[in-house]
Each structure stands twice: as C-alpha cells, then as structure tokens.
C-alpha cells in the first residue's frame, strides 16, 4: 500500500490542522492504521491509532483530548484533527499502515512520506 499525506503548515498556537492520509489499495480497509510525528533531534513517536474497522482507537497521553483519529474506507482515507495545537506538537507527521501492533510501535508498517506541522508560539 502506498500513503500519501497532506495537510500540514503553519500555524499559531491554540489553532487547529486537519492532516488526510490518503491509501492507493482497495485493501486498505484491512489495515489499522496510525499517526506518528518526529521532531528535530528526537526520535518517531507514536501518536494515535485506528483500527481497521474505525471501532477501536489509541492516543498517546501528550495529545489525549486534543487530537481525533478518524478513517473512512470508501475514501481510503483517515484523518488526524488536531486541535490546540502547541509549539512542542512541531513535528513531521506520518502516517503508517499495518496490523495493531505495528500501528502502535512502528515496527512492520508501511510509512508515508511525511507532512511539516509548524506551531507558532
């Protein structure tokens, strides 16, 4: 499967981002899928995370009640809405494919090739 995400920029902080990752398989309804960003100098870190079916998600604590993970399989799509944004959530974003565990720690997944989110202080 190949991802293609987009929706990232520049932002002020406390504002909002709507992030698309867009799939190229009709199998993609069969993959969990996730969200994972890296910031300069650190390590990918995981995000959030929906399962195939949209029933089941995972959200890290430093996002939790701030960004929403939804997909929608007749678009081969998923979204990440991010909402109060804050300077330290600059990062590139990827989106990722593969089974649960995989979507949860980045090992086995197919990746996207990443879109800038920029918080302005």
């Known amino acids: 499967v190949q991802l293609q995400a987009s929706g990232g920029g520049l932002v002020q902080a406390g504002g909002s981002l709507r992030l698309s990752c867009a799939a190229s398989?009709?199998?993609?309804?069969?993959?969990?899928m996730g969200w994972f960003r890296q910031a300069p100098g650190k390590e990918r870190e995981f995000v959030v995370a929906?399962?195939?079916?949209?029933?089941?998600?995972k959200t890290a604590d430093s996002v939790k009640g701030r960004f929403v993970i939804s997909r929608d399989n007749a678009k081969n799509t998923i979204y990440l809405q991010m909402n109060g944004l804050k300077p330290e959530d600059t990062a590139v974003y990827y989106c990722?494919?593969?089974?649960?565990?995989?979507?949860?720690?980045?090992?086995?997944?197919?990746w996207g090739q990443g879109t800038q989110v920029t918080v302005s202080s």
């Open positions: 990722a494919a593969g089974n649960r565990r995989a979507v949860l720690t980045g090992q086995g997944v197919k």
């Open positions: 398989e009709r199998t993609f309804s069969s993959y969990d």
């Open positions: 929906v399962s195939w079916s949209g029933s089941i998600t």
